[in-house]
């Protein structure tokens, strides 16, 4: 019986170790804020699939949007447009905050006329925002 729990405690230390049921990063964390309806949103996308609205309770992610979330990160990553922060626009209608484990971005929706990564990141929020948090914007 001994020998038995003894081998137990190992197996579950090694899964502890191994990570095993550890919680997964998040992708990243956005805040959008502006004058129009329902503008106002914080979302958090988990790398486990799924994504949590307003710091409501999480909720299952649809895999493609996941994937895309992803994408948008290396992207922005790769084009070295983490790290910036753009002033605010007084033509802008909303304002947007990135953080990610690779860096920050701070942008305007009129910032993504000459940067379309930018405008990904606003269409891939939107469909976050009205698919996962039930906003109408």
Do not use: W
């Not at 729990?5 to 170790?17: E, M, N, P, S, Y």
């Not at 949007?65 to 922005?76: C, E, I, K, N, Q």
């Amino acid at each position: 019986m001994r020998r038995v729990a003894g081998t137990l405690a190992a197996i579950v230390a090694a899964l502890a170790l191994a990570g095993c049921g550890a919680e997964s990063d998040d992708v990243f964390l956005v805040r959008r804020t502006g004058a129009l309806p329902d503008a106002r949103v914080d979302i958090v996308v988990n790398d486990g699939g799924t994504v949590t609205c307003d710091r409501g309770a999480s909720r299952e992610l649809d895999s493609k949007l996941l994937l895309r979330s992803r994408d948008v990160v290396r992207t922005l990553d790769e084009r070295r447009l983490l790290g910036r922060v753009h002033p605010p626009s007084p033509r802008a209608q909303l304002r947007y905050e990135l953080r990610t484990g690779f860096g920050d971005i701070t942008f305007n929706d009129v910032d993504a006329v000459g940067e379309p990564e930018l405008g990904r990141t606003i269409q891939l929020v939107r469909e976050l925002a009205q698919q996962a948090c039930g906003l109408a914007r």
